[in-house]
Each structure stands twice: as C-alpha cells, then as structure tokens.
C-alpha cells in the first residue's frame, strides 16, 4: 500500500484521487505505525516549512519518513514535501528539516510575482523512470514562493525557469521529489503518479 502522509498541511484528497484515476491505490494516513507498514510514502502539502516540520516532530512521522527511506521504501514528496527533505528552510526564520538531502530552503529572487503560480516549463537533468515518456518543455503546475538549493547537485532531476533558473525536481535512489503538483497537472501529472505507482510494484 501507498501512504499519504497527513500531517494537517494540504488537500490530500486530491492526491489521492489522482493516483485512483491511474489505479494506484493509496491510503490517507496520520498514524505512524501504519505508515510505518506502507510500501512507499508520498508526503504533499503547501503552506508553512517550520509548522509542516512541528506537525510531522508532533506525530512521530518525522521518524517514520527517514526510517522507511533508509529501509529503501519509495517515496515521494510534492511541494513543501521537497522543501522539507532538506536541511534547513529560511522560510519566516531558520528552522531545520528533514536532512535526507543537504542544502537549503530560500525565497524566490527579487524582480519575479511571488508567489511563483500557474504552468511552467520543466527541462530534465538526467532519465528518470518517474519522467519516463514526458518530454522536455513539458508544462506543470506550480504554487510556490521557496525553492531548494541542494549541495549535491547530482540529485537534480529538473530544473525550471522563473527569472532564474531553481531546482524543481530531484531523485537519489528511492527518493524523488518535485516542485510541482503532479495531481493539479493534468494528463502528464497523472502519468508520474502512475510511474511511481508501477515503480513501487516493482
């Protein structure tokens, strides 16, 4: 089973119904020791890094997403679920993350709408199985006023212009994360849901 992670931070449903529209079944859940039996993590959200990383402390889920990562479960983290795979977010202050990747969380540059809203482009760094059959110049959904900044930049996967060109996907091993809403895009978000689907039958 595919656990999405409830840590009170956006609209999991429709996550959720994005993966049933491939036929991928997956389960909303807030319970760590459930998660803990999941075969893969998928950890959404949108709003606030510092109360994202208290809620997920509160719970114990914190424990569970670098235990199942460490153990090679797949996971998968969208929008501030990227974000919160770091090390540390400047977001409203400097607060510490996940640290499954090293580097930092920072504003979008001066000079560009913030918050970074609507389609956007995505140019891929390198094959990934969950990019499999979409092209370069495809177009995604993003929400987003910060951006990742990772040390190791052989994790990237994507990247996206937006006055200046940021990180809007990574992967190392079993973990891939992205930037943008695969469930708010369509036809070709569907299709990394359901690569990550069949990735996790694997």
């Known amino acids: ?7 009170g931070m956006g609209n999991l449903r429709s996550v959720q119904k994005a993966f ?4 991928v079944e997956a389960a909303i859940t807030a319970d760590p020791d459930e998660a803990l039996e ?8 949108v709003g606030g890094f510092s109360d994202a990383m208290a809620h997920l402390k509160s719970t114990g889920l ?12 797949m996971f998968l983290g969208i929008c501030l679920g990227l974000q919160l795979l770091f090390e540390r977010s400047f977001e409203d202050g400097d607060h510490l993350g996940l640290g499954v990747f090293e580097g ?4 979008l540059p001066e000079g560009v ?21 979409i092209d370069d110049g495809t177009n995604f959904y993003f929400v987003h006023s910060y ?3 990772p040390k190791n930049l052989e994790i990237v996967a ?21 930037q943008f809403h695969p469930e708010k895009s369509g036809s070709v978000g569907l299709s990394i849901l359901k690569n990550f689907g069949d990735l996790c039958q694997q």
């Open 20 to 23: 049933e529209k491939v036929g």
């Open 1 to 7: 089973m595919i656990a999405i992670l409830d840590y």
């Open 158 to 178: 994507t990247v996206t212009d937006y006055g200046k060109e940021f990180v809007s996907g990574v992967s190392r091993d079993n973990v891939f994360a992205f």
């Open 147 to 149: 951006v990742v900044r």
């Open 62 to 73: 914190h424990e569970v997403i670098i235990e199942s990562i460490n153990k090679g479960r």
């Open 38 to 45: 999941a075969t893969a993590l998928v950890l959404p959200g």
């Open 113 to 133: 709408k913030i918050p970074h809203m609507g389609w956007n482009q995505i140019e891929k760094t390198r094959d990934l199985p969950l990019l499999e059959g």
């Open 104 to 107: 930092t969380v920072e504003r």
